[in-house]
């Protein structure tokens, strides 16, 4: 089924989108280990804030040596700082693909997806949409 009618018979059918509101994404790095309740702390967080599409759990690199302490520092301003300010500011621009849990529902969502799956036909279009 094509994106389109999968959005027209999405914004007609009220079972999909509760189906789909209930329906999770989990999308981690492969070298990322973690515990379950790590995914309950996420799921939790989902269902409490209904509007919510994504939830991004903290992550810790672990190890020593330069790769190590460079990935920290990355984390500590692109994760811990960065998406804390921005959630301050009521929106969280990109859920980190390392460790974040997406609501069905708001990957389908008409203009997320669409956005998303057009072909580039502006070169900054490529910088926006194919990272």
């Not at 007609?12 to 209930?22: G, K, M, P, V, Y």
């Not at 990322?32 to 759990?57: H, I, S």
């Amino acid at each position: 089924m094509s994106i389109d009618k999968l959005m027209q018979r999405l914004e007609t059918d009220e079972h999909l989108r509760e189906q789909a509101s209930n329906t999770f994404l989990l999308a981690l790095d492969g070298d990322v280990d973690f515990k379950p309740e790590a995914v309950k702390y996420l799921m939790d967080r989902m269902k409490k804030y209904p509007n919510v599409g994504a939830a991004c759990g903290r992550i810790h690199p672990t190890g020593n040596g330069p790769v190590v302490w460079y990935q920290k520092f990355e984390y500590a301003v692109s994760h811990w700082l960065q998406k804390v300010a921005e959630d301050t500011l009521g929106c969280v621009l990109c859920s980190p693909g390392c460790f974040s849990l997406f609501r069905g529902s708001a990957l389908m969502d008409n203009n997320v997806m669409k956005v998303y799956t057009t072909p580039p036909t502006e070169g900054r279009h490529h910088v926006q949409y194919d990272q």
